[in-house]
C-alpha cells in the first residue's frame, strides 16, 4: 500500500511540475466533455416545428375545381388553405408544377407537393356514380439529406389529414344542401313512412266496417223469407262497399310489392356486396401470410406490382360498406347499418396500413405493420360473419315474413271479396227463386269474416313496422344536425375517433432523451485519451526498487482515477448547468457519472496495462461496438443479430439505462442493478489486466521492437 501511494505522489508532483502535463490534462477534462454538451443542445428538438418548420416542400396547386350538381367546389384550394396553417412544414407555394419539381430536383426544396388540375372531379367523381381514385403527386430529394426524407414524411401525413377533411367537408355541405333542397320541395322520407303508415291504418279501419257488415249479413241470412226484399237492398250496399274495399286492397297489395321489390333488391346487392368483399379479403388473408414471411426481395416486389391494386380493391370495398351503411341507415336498420360502418373503418384500416408499407423497410420495421394489418383482415372478415348472420336474422326473415303475411292476407281477402261479390250478384239475380243461395252466402260470409280478422292483423302489424321506420330516431337527429350544423358533422366524420395518451417518464425533449448515450459516449472517449496520452508503466527509481505487479497497477491507475473522476464532474455539471437537461434525480446522475469515469478508466486501463498497443486497438474497437449497438440512438430490436447477440455484455448499455433512471424517473432497482452490473465490469478488468500481463510481455515487446523498426511510428 506504501508503494501504491508513492507512486501516487509522485505521479502528481511530475504534473504539477510542468505546464504541458497540467494543460494535457486540462484538455483530458475538457475536450470529451464539449463533446457531450455540443452533441445533446445540436439534438436538442429536432422534430419540434420550430425545427422541421425551416425544412421546405413546395406546394404546387393546378386544380381547377369541379361543379357538380350545380355546385362549384375545388378541394385543391381548401388543401392549400389548410397547409397554410401547419407550421410543421415549411410550406412554399408555388406557381407551377414545373417549378416545384424542378426545385426539387435541384435541391432548393426537400420535398414537393402537386395537385393535379382533375383533383376536384376526381374526389367528387362518387357524385357521378364514375368512381376515380383521384391522385396527388409528391416529389422527394433523398440525396439532400439522409435525415430530411423522414422529417418530411411528416409533410404526406399533413396533408392526406387535409385531404380527408376537405372531402368529408365537402360531402357534408353537399348532403346538407340536397336536404334542404328536398324539404324545400315538400319531401320529407319521414313525412312519406307516415303517411303509407296512415294509408294502411286506414285500410285496418275500414276492414273493421267490413267485419260489422259481414256478421251483419250472417244474422241476416237466418232471418225468414220475408225479410228477402230488405236482404236485396242490403245486399246492394254491400256489393258497393266490397268495389270501394278491393279497389283500397289492390292499392295496398301494389305499395307491399314495391316495398318487396325495393327491400329484396337492397338485401340481395347488400348480400351479394358482402360476399365479394369476404372473397377479396380471404384472398387478401393469404397475400400477407405471404408477405410476412417474405425476404427483401418479394416485399419490394410486392410494394411495386400489387400494392397499389390491393389499396385499390379494398378502397372500393370500403365505399361500398359506406353505401351499404347509408341505405340500412335510411330504412331504419340501424344495428346493421352499425356494423358496415365498422366494417368500412376496418378497411379503412387495412388501406392506411398498406398505404404505410415503404420501399426499404427491413423485416423488423414492417412486421408489425403487417402483422396489424392481418389483424384488421381478420377483423373485417368476423365482421362479414356476423352480417351474414343479422341479414339472415333480422332483415331477411323477419321482413321477409312481414311482407308476406300482409300480402297473403290481401290476396286471401280479395280472393274471398271477389267470391263474396260473385255470390252477391247471382242472390241479387235470384233471389227470390233460390232460396238456398242464403246458405251459400251464409257460409262465405263467414269465411269473409274470417279472412278480414286475419287482414286485419296483418295490416295492424305493417302500419307498426312502417311508423317504426318512419320515427327513427337517429334518422330525425341526424337530419336535424346536417339542416342545422354540416360543418359540425364534417369534423366528427373526419376524426370520429380521439385517442387519448398517457405518457410514463416523459422527457421533456429529444436532447435531454439523448444526453445519456452522449455522455457516456464522452467518458468513453476521455478514459480512452487518458490511455493514450498517459503511460501505464512506472520507472524504477531508488525509492521504489522491487514493486510487485499489483502495486505498480494501482499506483499508475491512481492518477487515471483522479482524471476520471475530474471528467464525470465537469460534464455531469455541464449537463445540469450548462445544457440544463432534464434531470429527475441531479444527486443520482452525478455520482452515476464518476462511477462509469471510473469502471470505463479501469476496463481501458487494463487493456492497455496487459496488451500494450494492441489493448488501445481493442478499446478503439469495443468504442465502435459500443456506438452502433448499444442501443444510444436506435431501439436494439432494429440492428442486426450481432450486436443484438453482444448487447448484454456493453458496459455502455448498463451506464444509459442508469442515466436515463435519473432522468426520467426512477423505476424500482433499475438503478442499483445496472451500477452493480457496472462494478462486476471494472472487478473482471482488474482481472484481467493483472493475468495477461506476464503471458503478453513478449508479444507487447516484440511488437514494440517492431514499430521502433519502422522508423515511423510511435
Known sequence: ??????????????????????????????????????????????????????????????????????????????????????????????????????????????????????????VLSFMS???????LKYYENEKKNAV????????????????NAAFVETLAGYVSDAASVAEASGLDPQEMLADLADRIDDLSKDITSCIALADAATGLTDASGSLLDVSG????????????????????????????????????????????????????????????????????KFLKNKRNTWVKNVNTHKT???????????????????????????????????????????????????????????????????????????????????LMNAKTSLSGFRKIMSGADKGLSSLSRNLGTYEDSLGKLSSSINKTSDGLDSLQDGA???????????????LRELNNLMANDETAVAEYLANPVRMETEVFWPIENYGSAMAPFYTVLAQWVGALLTAVLIKVKVKKRDSLNNLKLHEWYFGRFGLYLLIGIAQALVVSAGDLLYVRIQCAAPLRFVLLACINSIVFMMINYALVFALDNIGLGAGVIILVLQVAGSGGTYPVEVLPGIFRV?????????????????????????????????????LFSVAFGLALYTPAKRLNEAIAASKAKSEIML
Open 320 to 402: 361500398r360498406a359506406d353505401e351499404q351503411a347509408g341505405m340500412l341507415e335510411e330504412e331504419g336498420f340501424t344495428a346493421l347499418s352499425e356494423k358496415f360502418t365498422e366494417l368500412s373503418e376496418t378497411l379503412g384500416d387495412i388501406s392506411a396500413g398498406l398505404e404505410s408499407l415503404n420501399e426499404g423497410m427491413k423485416y423488423a420495421e414492417r412486421e408489425p405493420v403487417i402483422k396489424k394489418i392481418s389483424e384488421d383482415n381478420d377483423k373485417a372478415i368476423r365482421l362479414i360473419i356476423e352480417i351474414r348472420e343479422q341479414i339472415k336474422t333480422d332483415i331477411d326473415t323477419n321482413l321477409s315474413t312481414a
Open 1 to 122: 500500500m506504501k508503494n501504491i501511494l508513492n507512486i501516487m505522489r509522485h505521479d502528481l508532483k511530475k504534473i504539477t511540475g510542468s505546464v504541458v502535463a497540467i494543460i494535457t490534462v486540462m484538455g483530458l477534462c475538457l475536450v470529451p466533455c464539449c463533446y457531450a454538451w455540443f452533441n445533446i443542445l445540436s439534438n436538442w428538438a429536432p422534430y419540434e416545428s420550430e425545427a422541421t418548420g425551416r425544412i421546405s416542400v413546395a406546394v404546387a396547386n393546378m386544380d381547377e375545381g369541379s361543379n357538380t350538381a350545380g355546385f362549384q367546389i375545388n378541394v385543391g384550394d381548401k388543401i392549400t388553405e389548410a397547409l397554410g396553417a401547419n407550421e410543421d412544414i415549411g410550406w412554399i407555394f408555388v406557381e407551377s408544377d414545373k417549378e416545384a419539381v424542378e426545385g426539387v430536383r435541384s435541391g432548393d426544396y426537400y420535398a414537393a407537393l402537386v395537385i393535379p388540375e382533375d383533383f376536384s372531379t376526381g
Open 460 to 474: 295492424a302489424s305493417l302500419s307498426d313496422l312502417l311508423m317504426n321506420a318512419s320515427g327513427n330516431d337517429l
Open 148 to 163: 430530411a426524407p423522414k422529417i418530411t414524411g411528416k409533410a404526406k401525413t399533413a396533408v392526406q389529414e387535409e385531404v
Open 646 to 682: 453482444l448487447y448484454p455484455f456493453m458496459p455502455f448499455r448498463y451506464a444509459m439505462d442508469a442515466m436515463r433512471e435519473c432522468i426520467g424517473g426512477m423505476y424500482g432497482n433499475t438503478y442499483q442493478t445496472c451500477i452493480g452490473i457496472l462494478l462486476l465490469f471494472a
Open 129 to 135: 356514380g364514375d368512381l376515380t381514385n383521384p391522385e
Open 233 to 300: 237492398e242490403y245486399i246492394g250496399s254491400t256489393h258497393d262497399v266490397f268495389a270501394a274495399n278491393d279497389k283500397l286492397l289492390a292499392e295496398a297489395q301494389e305499395e307491399l310489392a314495391k316495398i318487396k321489390r325495393a327491400d329484396t333488391t337492397k338485401i340481395d346487392d347488400a348480400v351479394k356486396k358482402i360476399e365479394d368483399t369476404a372473397d377479396a379479403l380471404n384472398t387478401f388473408d393469404t397475400v400477407m401470410v405471404e408477405i410476412l414471411s417474405a425476404d427483401d426481395s418479394a416485399y419490394e
